[in-house]
């Protein structure tokens, strides 16, 4: 899932001065789960700048529409309808759907109302971590299933630093992930497959080759 | 009912939504009732299921609509029928009150209690405090707001 946080409301406010009328669009994917994007935050949110706006002595009228996702065109356009007299679209979802917004409908002014933060699971109610760096070619099966490209502070892939001190990361007051992946490897009997060497990852494959791209003919229907 | 109304602070009484847990709160102001207790009329109650339905949506909405002052009262803590809902309500209250501090409406105005059903002259005192709040901290601030712009509005202001 993608994690995201709302952004203050100091920043929305000025990303919507000069505006009356906003469509505040919710997210029914990731930031629904992650507690940030849903309905219930879009009607928060909404009530939020509308209160505020009241007492700058500058109205703000808002519609309020959650999708199921933002990152599909066939929710999206369920959006078409609801743009006559809107002055600008403030979407709740991760970065992905703010843009996906601003591409379908290029006529309108699209701004975000969250910070997307990272690839994560639910650790608990509230509390939510980091677990994949899109790397685009997964070490997992040489690990243990603990990822050393996003949860070690360097992406070591062939054991920890120097800064591993009683399995802590000197970075951050976290687990060292190859402490993690030491202890995991140990209890299943499978440490002799440590000591291979991993070689230079191709790390074209990941963010440094640019915006990534995926086709897979065999489930395209046009074309 | 020229007294009653919101936004005129020369002649301002409050109106406070209570939302009132029907397991402890509702059946508190029952017990005043039977007792004769005197409350002010200024408190609305609203009965719900469990504090812990209260949602910071209806909470904002209640102030937006018009309320001078919001309480939500519930069982005493470990002492909710569904066991944690009371708990998730003052977490609630507290993130609500947090944001109602930054929109400008003032977290003062909104409040969590806690009580049992056999608290029925806890249940007048705690109406009577919040109303002294509410007098003390005067009208909602929306309503005052809105009451300027519409008396702008007559006056052919564009604003």
Same mark, same amino acid.
């Given at each position: 899932?993608?994690?995201?946080?709302?952004?203050?409301?100091?920043?929305?406010?000025? =990303?919507?001065?000069?505006?009356?009328?906003?469509?505040?669009?919710?997210?029914?994917?990731?930031?629904?789960?992650?507690?940030?994007?849903?309905?219930?935050?879009?009607?928060?949110?909404?009530?939020?700048?509308?209160?505020?706006?009241?007492?700058?002595?500058?109205?703000?009228?808002?519609?309020?529409?959650?999708?199921?996702?933002?990152?599909?065109?066939?929710?999206?356009?369920?959006?078409?309808?609801?743009?006559?007299?809107?002055?600008?679209?403030? =979407?709740?979802?991760?970065?992905?759907?703010?843009?996906?917004?601003?591409?379908?409908?290029?006529?309108?002014?699209?701004?975000?109302?969250?910070?997307?933060?990272?690839?994560?699971?639910?650790?608990?109610?509230?509390?939510?971590?980091?677990?994949?760096?899109?790397?685009?070619?997964?070490?997992?099966?040489?690990?243990?299933?603990?990822?050393?490209?996003?949860?070690?502070?360097?992406?070591?892939?062939?054991?920890?630093?120097?800064?591993?001190?009683?399995?802590?990361?000197?970075?951050?007051?976290?687990?060292?992930?190859?402490?993690?992946?030491?202890?995991?490897?140990?209890?299943?009997?499978?440490?002799?497959?440590?000591?291979?060497?991993?070689?230079?990852?191709?790390?074209?494959?990941?963010?440094?080759?640019?915006?990534?791209?995926?086709?897979?003919?065999?489930?395209?229907?046009?074309? | 009912?020229?007294?009653?109304?919101?936004?005129?602070?020369?002649?301002?009484?409050?109106?406070?939504?209570?939302?009132?847990?029907?397991?402890?709160?509702?059946?508190?102001?029952?017990?005043?009732?039977?007792?004769?207790?005197?409350?002010?009329?200024?408190?609305?109650?609203?009965?719900?299921?469990?504090?812990?339905?209260?949602?910071?949506?209806?909470?904002?909405?209640?102030?937006?609509?018009?309320?001078?002052?919001?309480?939500?009262?519930?069982?005493?803590?470990?002492?909710?029928?569904?066991?944690?809902?009371?708990?998730?309500?003052?977490?609630?209250?507290?993130?609500?009150?947090?944001?109602?501090?930054?929109?400008?409406?003032?977290?003062?105005?909104?409040?969590?209690?806690?009580?049992?059903?056999?608290?029925?002259?806890?249940?007048?005192?705690?109406?009577?405090?919040?109303?002294?709040?509410?007098?003390?901290?005067?009208?909602?601030?929306?309503?005052?707001?809105?009451?300027?712009?519409?008396?702008?509005?007559?006056?052919?202001?564009?604003?």
């Amino acid at each position: 899932m993608i994690v995201a946080e709302a952004k203050t409301l100091e920043e929305i406010l000025e =990303s919507l001065q000069g505006m009356s009328k906003v469509l505040v669009v919710g997210c029914g994917g990731c930031v629904s789960v992650c507690l940030a994007g849903g309905e219930k935050e879009t009607g928060i949110l909404a009530s939020t700048l509308r209160m505020k706006r009241e007492l700058m002595g500058d109205p703000l009228e808002t519609v309020e529409e959650t999708l199921t996702r933002q990152c599909d065109p066939e929710y999206v356009q369920q959006l078409a309808k609801k743009l006559e007299g809107i002055d600008c679209i403030l =979407s709740l979802a991760c970065g992905v759907g703010v843009q996906f917004l601003a591409e379908q409908f290029p006529q309108t002014w699209v701004v975000p109302a969250l910070n997307t933060l990272f690839a994560g699971a639910t650790m608990e109610h509230g509390l939510w971590e980091e677990r994949c760096g899109l790397c685009g070619e997964c070490v997992l099966a040489r690990t243990g299933g603990v990822c050393p490209v996003i949860r070690c502070a360097k992406s070591l892939l062939n054991g920890p630093c120097g800064g591993s001190q009683n399995g802590k990361c000197e970075v951050k007051p976290n687990e060292c992930a190859w402490q993690l992946i030491y202890n995991r490897m140990s209890e299943l009997g499978r440490v002799e497959l440590l000591l291979e060497v991993a070689g230079a990852k191709d790390w074209s494959k990941s963010r440094d080759g640019g915006p990534r791209k995926m086709v897979r003919e065999d489930v395209k229907i046009d074309g | 009912m020229e007294k009653r109304e919101s936004g005129k602070t020369e002649s301002f009484y409050p109106k406070i939504i209570a939302f009132c847990c029907y397991y402890c709160a509702y059946s508190a102001a029952d017990l005043a009732g039977s007792l004769r207790l005197q409350y002010p009329p200024a408190v609305r109650m609203i009965e719900q299921p469990c504090s812990g339905k209260v949602d910071i949506r209806l909470l904002l909405q209640a102030f937006e609509d018009g309320a001078d002052g919001v309480y939500v009262a519930g069982c005493m803590e470990g002492d909710c029928h569904f066991l944690k809902g009371n708990i998730r309500a003052k977490k609630r209250v507290n993130a609500a009150k947090k944001i109602l501090d930054k929109v400008g409406v003032g977290g003062e105005r909104l409040e969590m209690f806690n009580l049992s059903g056999s608290m029925g002259p806890r249940f007048a005192e705690i109406a009577n405090e919040m109303t002294e709040r509410i007098l003390r901290l005067g009208p909602n601030p929306l309503n005052t707001a809105r009451a300027e712009r519409a008396t702008k509005g007559e006056e052919g202001d564009p604003k």
